[in-house]
Nanobody
């Protein structure tokens, strides 16, 4: 079963930045619309951002608009999530997910391929 791989998480102070990466080792990522999701302990999985297969269409949760930027470099087989002005409430495990059928969406139930996640902790 194909599995996505995330990287780039860590501990950062409020107001700081991180860049998360998502790739599929051994396969081409441009066949998949990609979504980023996050899940904090005791909370439901939340859609953060999504990007279409071409990269031409993106979407963001209201809570991250203006702070997070999603983009993909299909030559590098990677989707990136730039997270700026991070807040303590952004603390969660961040997971990327893929779906072959368009469009990209923030609904986690529409994705059939997931990574293991990378932890992001925002704390002073």
């Amino acid at each position: 079963q194909l599995q996505l791989v995330e990287s780039g998480g860590g501990l950062v102070q409020p107001g700081g930045s991180l860049v998360l990466s998502c790739t599929i080792p051994g396969f081409t990522l441009d066949a998949y619309a990609i979504g980023w999701f996050r899940q904090a302990p005791g909370k439901e999985r939340e859609g953060v951002s999504s990007i279409s297969r071409s990269g031409g269409t993106t979407d963001y949760a209201d809570s991250v608009k203006g702070r997070f930027i999603i983009f993909r470099d299909n030559d590098k087989n990677t989707v990136f999530l730039h997270m700026n002005n991070l807040k303590p409430e952004d603390t969660a495990k961040y997971l990327c997910a893929g779906r072959r059928a368009p469009p990209a969406t923030l609904d986690p139930n529409r994705y059939d391929m997931w990574g293991q996640g990378t932890q992001v902790t925002v704390s002073s």
